[in-house]
């Protein structure tokens, strides 16, 4: 990249970044919101217990919006790619941490620090077809966080009904304001503390299922006019 594209690039994105901030908190504010499987994940922060909070990666948008009050103790893992810097450069002033990965050099601190995060008991938040899919294919460092630290993982989705669907590898759930939503979280995936190859592999076909049914399922509810 030449100086006058960093320049270019530094001048853009903060204007891009609070465009698209300002964007989702109307989404959030004006949007009627149906929320569906919540409270066994609620009790859990009650209480000050992690888990792992996994959606794919055209579904992210919604993350940091999970709470009707006080934000939840998100981490959020985030790679520095430009386009995903405009998507997580405003998510500390709206609650939730950012641990950036690289796509070039090792993550082990990443990693380090995502960890630390589910042991000082926050939730971190994961895409596992990202950051460059295939999309619905889960990698395994879900299922090795979530062996390494003992954590649920949660399945996670949402739709709502006025949105762009962004022709991107991920076909990306960009929300709109106004109309109708869903939120909507599965049953805890556990993972055993030291799982066989066959036990990782099962573990990841049932999160992508489970993935791919709340999708289709928040997709089908804000299809449905409200009665």
């Known amino acids: 990249m030449t100086k006058w594209q960093t320049r270019a690039e530094d001048w853009l994105r903060p204007r891009l970044v609070r465009r698209y901030g300002a964007h989702m908190d109307r989404v959030a504010a004006r949007t009627d919101w149906q929320r569906i499987g919540f409270e066994p994940w609620e009790?859990?922060?009650?209480?000050?217990?992690?888990?792992?909070?996994?959606?794919?990666?055209?579904?992210?948008?919604?993350?940091a919006y999970l709470s009707t009050g006080a934000p939840w103790p998100l981490t959020g893992l985030a790679y520095r790619h430009p386009i995903?810097?405009?998507l997580?450069?405003?998510?500390?002033?709206?609650g939730t941490e950012v641990v950036h990965l690289s796509p070039r050099r090792s993550n082990t601190g990443a990693l380090r620090l995502a960890v630390a995060a589910l042991?000082?008991?926050?939730?971190?938040?994961i895409t596992p077809d990202g950051p460059n899919g295939p999309v619905h294919?889960?990698?395994?460092?879900?299922?090795?966080?979530?062996?390494?630290t003992g954590v649920p993982i949660a399945p996670f989705?949402?739709?709502?009904?006025?949105?762009?669907?962004?022709?991107?590898?991920?076909?990306?759930?960009l929300p709109r304001p106004g109309g109708h939503?869903?939120?909507?979280?599965?049953?805890?995936?556990?993972?055993?503390?030291?799982?066989?190859?066959?036990?990782?592999?099962?573990?990841?076909?049932?999160l992508a299922r489970v993935l791919n049914e709340l999708d289709a399922d928040c997709d089908a509810a804000v299809s449905r006019p409200r009665g």
Request: net charge positive.
């Open 181 to 206: 939503g869903v939120m909507a979280f599965g049953a805890p995936i556990t993972v055993p503390k030291r799982p066989t190859p066959e036990q990782e592999q099962s573990t990841l076909d049932q």
């Open 157 to 173: 989705s949402y739709s709502t009904s006025r949105k762009f669907v962004l022709p991107t590898w991920d076909s990306f759930l």
């Open 137 to 148: 294919v889960p990698k395994r460092g879900v299922v090795d966080i979530a062996a390494l």
């Open 119 to 125: 042991r000082k008991g926050r939730i971190l938040g």
């Open 84 to 86: 995903a810097r405009v």
């Open 88 to 94: 997580t450069d405003g998510l500390p002033e709206r």
């Open 43 to 63: 009790e859990l922060i009650a209480d000050g217990k992690p888990f792992i909070l996994a959606h794919w990666h055209g579904r992210l948008a919604m993350s």
